[in-house]
């Protein structure tokens, strides 16, 4: 990798070769409006909105499949750039549902947010509307391709990010569409359910079920923690709305999965942590039978049952089991209490399975 | 991990997640890396289609990581010393070790070959069933391609060998000199979320944070100072397997239980059961009223990760911050408050403001976690060794030298599983997995469409046996093996061999647990709940 020398909108610029123009100006903080390229996948140049112009050139090119060169001098923002652009949003907007009032998409939604940085209220294109339908029977998310705007981002998540390959392009002109090969359900097409797919969605094509009227994008908070199921340890991010988790989605670019789950990070968190069969106050056994006690007795009898066994008994009788979920934090504990209070090295956790 | 512990000096990860994607070779053997670590998956996939790694795939079923593999060695099920062995055996024959790095920083190198000099390819096929030509190709790919990554998970512990298994491994990288170099090492991905951090922690019974052993007097005498105790109990402490056999013969009476399901994940289930049923008091601390909560006398509410503050430390050694999102459900409390709070009541006041006011004491009395802070995780995590607050914790362990100074051979007989079929139990029963379901489905079993995909328990049937016992797919036999027999439905599916059924342990609706053989590994004390005989009728 040599360094390369350029400029973009008068500002030069160091980078890299190897990169796209679309990368450079990102690198340098300058932003250029795309849909199709994301980060973490191979730009096609499909949806022509990140245009430029090259001096020298006379067409505008798609910079997110534009390599830097020395010298290359690149203007993002000219009234040629927005008017391609505009174009470009236009055509978008005349065949996508203008439902923003209740799109989950909303606030999070690059071609709202493009519309609206370039004032387009409505498209000036009149004609016909696609009418795929929604599909909505499958687990965890739904597949609305009437707002799909074929920017084929999911198509290559699924092949390159997750070597699946279940999606992609079919059928032409104003009937191509994504589909799983002969349309068939998802699951007997091979998806694995990670979402990777949804995560890149650019608009409310593909969306989660689970967060569907939960809080709008703005009104969730978001805290990003670590996968509770195997030991990768994703980075993911719970979005949470009135105490509930209603979406889990990861961070682009962070921790040892840099953006990608798998079913159970993505889709299996939120239900089991508001399930309502969590227990909410200390059971006792009376008669035969478990009843909720207060904190105070609960503990009052667990305390005054082990001091009794190991007074009678000695601290060996006592073993104790820690757990692979819980902290480092309460595995020490836990440890500590064994053999400090206790007195006994009675303890494992279930890691050697 | 018991056996990279004594090989190497460090039951981890040797090397990182990352790494993974440029590797020239990974050796992948007991681990369906696909269904139990997704995100790894896509890591060994994207060396093999965007690097050009070979990847050779060593395991009994057709796993889905098969598709990318060069090679796919499938062994019967229990077979993997002498399959190792065997690759050593071609690669000391072929004089493809790397003589070098043997001298320089190992030993035992000599006991370990004579030993491996039993296993030429053509014994090692009669036993494993895996063609010579394949052992021998697999090994010079192995051998001469570099760095070479091992990566292997529960296939491999999971059994009466499991700590065999383990040095037959470690053997492997060593003398191809991969262990301590940049993508390669031998690489265990366990299975739960922060056992790493479990066994760190010392949540077992012979070690203290940091693997110091209990029975270390010096050792002991600065943990009791810093806990301001007397004195600390230097006899190691009993095993999970250990405490509930102390149970059953009713020298252990009072168990204490955070967090885990012993009366669904237990090997010999129903001997499991009898035990907890002895005890005369048991505590349970979890989020549900799991099978085991049912046995209990006193069950206590616990928050779950998004309700609490606290560490996980992954699989690669990474230790990385768990953040609140919510208030827990009603009146739970995390973990270790609840300790907290019942060791003030017996005497011993424990007071915490919070999670992090704990790790500042863990740090202090942990040298591998020593340099770790709250703040410092703040991006990203730090992967231990971090002695100190400057050093950047720990990408590649044994670069320079061993964690044990030399790294040690050892010379590993092939023992074969605890049980063979015969014409009773004319079937290996092998016990893991998917993708849908974890564990015993305590989290996983609350979400509808986990359940939708995979909520039914199965066990899977190659086509030939099927037609051979004339059963059809769905349909539901009866599956037995010394110990127990449970009522199950047929997955015809050809990813198991001839001879071999699978059946994952997540379903309390069929526990296959109450299954599979509760023979102990020797070393590790992992019960062989990977493979036993089995029978299967029609109903
Ligand atoms: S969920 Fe994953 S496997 Fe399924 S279509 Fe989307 S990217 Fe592909
Ligand atoms: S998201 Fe999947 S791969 Fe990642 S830690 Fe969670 S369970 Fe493991």
């Given at each position: 990798?040599?360094?390369?020398?350029?400029?973009?909108?008068?500002?030069?610029?160091?980078?890299?070769?190897?990169?796209?123009?679309?990368q450079?100006?990102?690198?340098?903080?300058i932003?250029?409006?795309?849909?199709?390229?994301h980060?973490?996948?191979?730009?096609?140049?499909?949806?022509?909105?990140?245009?430029?112009?090259?001096?020298?050139?006379?067409?505008?090119?798609?910079?997110?499949?534009?390599?830097?060169?020395?010298?290359?001098?690149?203007?993002?923002?000219?009234?040629?750039?927005?008017?391609?652009?505009?174009?470009?949003?236009?055509?978008?907007?005349?065949?996508h549902p203008?439902?923003?009032?209740?799109?989950?998409?909303?606030?999070?939604?690059?071609?709202?947010?493009?519309?609206?940085?370039?004032?387009?209220?409505?498209?000036?294109?009149?004609?016909?509307?696609?009418?795929?339908?929604?599909?909505?029977?499958?687990?965890?998310?739904?597949?609305d391709?009437?707002?799909?705007?074929?920017?084929?981002?999911?198509?290559?998540a699924?092949?390159?990010?997750?070597?699946r390959?279940?999606?992609?392009?079919?059928?032409?002109?104003?009937?191509?569409?994504?589909?799983?090969?002969?349309?068939?359900?998802?699951?007997?097409?091979?998806?694995?359910?990670?979402?990777?797919?949804?995560?890149?969605?650019?608009?409310?094509?593909?969306?989660?079920?689970?967060?569907?009227?939960?809080?709008?994008?703005?009104?969730?908070?978001?805290?990003?923690?670590?996968?509770?199921?195997?030991?990768?340890?994703?980075?993911?991010?719970?979005?949470?709305?009135?105490?509930?988790?209603?979406?889990?989605?990861?961070?682009?670019?962070?921790?040892?999965?840099?953006?990608?789950?798998?079913v159970?990070?993505?889709?299996?968190?939120?239900?089991?942590?508001?399930?309502?069969?969590?227990?909410?106050?200390?059971?006792?056994?009376?008669?035969?039978?478990?009843?909720?006690?207060?904190?105070?007795?609960?503990?009052?009898?667990?305390?005054?049952?082990?001091?009794?066994?190991?007074?009678?008994?000695?601290?060996?009788?006592?073993?104790?089991?820690s757990?692979?979920?819980?902290?480092?934090?309460?595995?020490?504990?836990?440890?500590?209490?064994?053999?400090?209070?206790?007195?006994?090295?009675?303890?494992?956790?279930?890691?050697?399975? | 991990?018991?056996?990279?512990?004594?090989?190497?000096?460090?039951g981890?990860?040797?090397?990182?997640?990352?790494?993974?994607?440029?590797?020239?070779?990974?050796?992948?053997?007991?681990?369906?890396?696909?269904?139990?670590?997704?995100?790894?998956?896509?890591?060994?996939?994207?060396?093999?289609?965007?690097?050009?790694?070979?990847?050779?795939?060593?395991?009994?079923?057709?796993?889905?990581?098969?598709?990318?593999?060069?090679?796919?060695?499938?062994?019967?099920?229990?077979?993997?010393?002498?399959?190792?062995?065997?690759?050593?055996?071609?690669?000391?024959?072929?004089?493809?070790?790397?003589?070098?790095?043997?001298?320089?920083?190992?030993?035992?190198?000599?006991?370990?070959?004579?030993?491996?000099?039993?296993y030429?390819?053509?014994?090692?096929?009669?036993?494993?069933?895996?063609?010579?030509?394949?052992?021998?190709?697999?090994?010079?790919?192995?051998?001469?391609?570099?760095?070479?990554?091992?990566?292997?998970?529960?296939g491999?512990?999971?059994?009466?060998?499991?700590?065999?298994?383990?040095?037959?491994?470690?053997?492997?990288?060593?003398?191809?000199?991969?262990?301590?170099?940049?993508?390669?090492?031998?690489?265990?991905?366990?299975?739960?979320?922060?056992?790493?951090?479990?066994?760190?922690?010392?949540?077992?019974?012979?070690?203290?944070?940091?693997?110091?052993?209990?029975?270390?007097?010096?050792?002991?005498?600065?943990?009791?100072?810093?806990?301001?105790?007397?004195?600390?109990?230097?006899?190691?402490?009993?095993?999970i397997?250990?405490?509930?056999?102390?149970?059953?013969?009713?020298?252990?009476?009072?168990?204490?239980?955070?967090?885990?399901?012993?009366?669904?994940?237990?090997?010999?289930?129903?001997?499991?059961?009898?035990?907890?049923?002895?005890?005369?008091?048991?505590?349970?601390?979890?989020?549900?009223?799991?099978?085991?909560?049912?046995?209990?006398?006193?069950?206590?509410?616990?928050?779950?990760?998004?309700?609490?503050?606290?560490?996980?430390?992954?699989?690669?050694?990474?230790?990385?911050?768990?953040?609140?999102?919510?208030?827990?459900?009603?009146?739970?409390?995390?973990?270790?408050?609840?300790?907290?709070?019942?060791?003030?009541?017996?005497?011993?006041?424990?007071?915490?403001?919070?999670?992090?006011?704990?790790?500042?004491?863990?740090?202090?009395?942990?040298?591998?976690?020593?340099?770790?802070?709250?703040?410092?995780?703040?991006?990203?995590?730090?992967?231990?060794?971090?002695p100190?607050?400057n050093?950047?914790?720990?990408?590649?362990?044994?670069?320079?030298?061993?964690?044990?100074?030399?790294?040690?051979?050892?010379?590993?007989?092939?023992?074969?599983?605890?049980?063979?079929?015969?014409?009773?139990?004319?079937?290996?029963?092998?016990?893991?997995?998917?993708?849908?379901?974890?564990?015993?489905?305590?989290?996983?079993?609350?979400?509808?469409?986990?359940?939708?995909?995979?909520?039914?328990?199965?066990?899977?049937?190659?086509?030939?046996?099927?037609?051979?016992?004339?059963i059809s797919?769905?349909?539901?036999?009866?599956?037995?093996?010394?110990?127990?027999?449970?009522?199950?439905?047929?997955?015809?599916?050809?990813?198991?061999?001839?001879?071999?059924i699978?059946?994952?342990?997540?379903?309390?609706?069929?526990?296959?647990?109450?299954?599979?053989?509760?023979?102990?590994?020797?070393?590790?004390?992992?019960?062989?709940?990977?493979?036993?005989?089995?029978?299967?009728?029609?109903?």
């Open positions: 990798m040599s360094k390369v020398k350029m400029k973009i909108d008068e500002k030069v610029i160091e980078t890299e070769s190897g990169k796209t123009v679309l450079a100006a990102t690198q340098a903080g932003e250029i409006p795309h849909l199709c390229y980060p973490r996948l191979p730009g096609t140049g499909a949806c022509r909105l990140c245009v430029v112009e090259v001096k020298g050139a006379r067409a505008l090119a798609a910079s997110c499949v534009l390599p830097v060169s020395e010298n290359l001098e690149v203007y993002t923002n000219t009234e040629r750039v927005r008017k391609a652009r505009r174009l470009v949003l236009d055509l978008l907007l005349s065949n203008l439902d923003c009032l209740t799109c989950e998409m909303a606030g999070r939604c690059d071609l709202q947010r493009y519309a609206y940085e370039l004032g387009i209220k409505e498209t000036s294109f009149k004609g016909e509307k696609t009418n795929f339908g929604v599909r909505e029977r499958e687990p965890f998310f739904l597949r391709y009437d707002k799909c705007i074929l920017c084929g981002r999911c198509v290559s699924c092949a390159e990010v997750r070597h390959y279940v999606i992609d392009f079919s059928h032409r002109g104003f009937a191509t569409r994504i589909t799983t090969p002969y349309d068939l359900p998802l699951l007997e097409g091979g998806c694995e359910f990670c979402g990777e797919c949804v995560q890149v969605c650019p608009v409310g094509a593909l969306v989660e079920k689970g967060r569907i009227q939960k809080g709008r994008n703005w009104e969730t908070k978001r805290t990003q923690t670590i996968c509770p199921y195997c030991g990768v340890g994703c980075t993911l991010e719970l979005h949470t709305y009135k105490n509930r988790i209603v979406n889990v989605t990861a961070p682009e670019g962070v921790g040892v999965n840099r953006g990608s789950l798998c159970k990070g993505r889709f299996g968190i939120a239900e089991f942590v508001n399930s309502p069969k969590r227990l909410k106050k200390p059971l006792v056994r009376k008669n035969g039978k478990l009843v909720e006690t207060s904190w105070k007795n609960a503990l009052k009898m667990v305390a005054a049952r082990l001091k009794e066994i190991k007074e009678r008994y000695g601290a060996q009788s006592i073993g104790f089991f757990s692979a979920k819980c902290t480092n934090e309460e595995n020490y504990l836990l440890q500590k209490f064994a053999r400090a209070v206790i007195g006994t090295n009675n303890i494992e956790h279930c890691a050697r399975l | 991990m018991a056996g990279l512990a004594t090989s190497l000096g460090s981890a990860m040797t090397n990182s997640i990352d790494e993974i994607e440029f590797a020239k070779v990974l050796f992948v053997i007991g681990s369906n890396t696909t269904e139990c670590h997704p995100v790894v998956a896509l890591k060994i996939k994207d060396a093999v289609s965007k690097h050009g790694a070979k990847l050779i795939v060593a395991d009994p079923r057709k796993t889905e990581l098969c598709d990318f593999a060069t090679l796919h060695l499938q062994h019967k099920p229990g077979t993997d010393v002498a399959l190792i062995n065997g690759l050593l055996n071609v690669i000391l024959s072929e004089n493809l070790h790397n003589k070098p790095y043997i001298d320089e920083r190992t030993e035992g190198f000599e006991e370990m070959a004579k030993v491996v000099a039993n030429p390819p053509e014994r090692v096929e009669k036993i494993t069933g895996v063609p010579k030509e394949k052992i021998v190709e697999a090994a010079r790919t192995y051998a001469t391609l570099k760095p070479a990554s091992i990566i292997y998970c529960m491999i512990t999971q059994h009466r060998t499991g700590t065999d298994n383990v040095f037959s491994l470690a053997n492997l990288a060593m003398v191809t000199g991969n262990i301590g170099v940049e993508s390669g090492g031998l690489n265990p991905l366990r299975g739960q979320n922060n056992v790493q951090g479990a066994c760190d922690m010392g949540a077992l019974p012979n070690v203290l944070t940091a693997y110091q052993r209990v029975d270390d007097p010096a050792l002991r005498e600065k943990f009791a100072r810093a806990w301001q105790v007397n004195s600390l109990p230097d006899r190691p402490g009993l095993t397997s250990e405490m509930l056999n102390a149970a059953t013969k009713g020298s252990l009476k009072s168990l204490f239980i955070m967090g885990e399901n012993p009366a669904l994940s237990e090997a010999n289930l129903n001997h499991a059961r009898e035990a907890l049923k002895k005890l005369e008091f048991i505590v349970v601390q979890d989020i549900f009223l799991t099978e085991t909560a049912q046995m209990a006398d006193v069950v206590l509410p616990a928050a779950c990760f998004a309700e609490k503050e606290g560490t996980f430390t992954n699989t690669e050694r990474r230790v990385q911050l768990v953040r609140k999102a919510l208030e827990p459900p009603g009146e739970a409390l995390p973990d270790w408050q609840i300790i907290a709070k019942l060791s003030t009541l017996l005497g011993y006041p424990m007071r915490y403001k919070n999670a992090e006011q704990i790790f500042k004491e863990i740090v202090k009395l942990t040298p591998s976690y020593a340099g770790i802070t709250y703040k410092r995780l703040e991006n990203g995590g730090i992967q231990w060794p971090c100190d607050k050093h950047p914790g720990t990408k590649i362990l044994h670069k320079e030298r061993f964690a044990r100074g030399k790294g040690r051979f050892h010379p590993i007989e092939y023992l074969g599983p605890a049980e063979t079929p015969d014409s009773e139990y004319p079937f290996y029963l092998m016990t893991g997995r998917v993708l849908w379901q974890f564990h015993t489905s305590t989290m996983s079993g609350q979400v509808d469409g986990l359940n939708q995909i995979a909520g039914e328990p199965f066990v899977q049937v190659n086509p030939q046996d099927a037609a051979d016992l004339g797919d769905g349909e539901t036999v009866r599956v037995s093996t010394r110990r127990g027999e449970l009522l199950i439905k047929v997955k015809i599916t050809p990813m198991v061999d001839k001879g071999s699978f059946a994952p342990f997540h379903y309390s609706k069929a526990p296959v647990n109450l299954l599979t053989s509760d023979a102990l590994d020797s070393i590790a004390k992992i019960p062989g709940l990977k493979v036993c005989a089995a029978s299967i009728t029609k109903l």
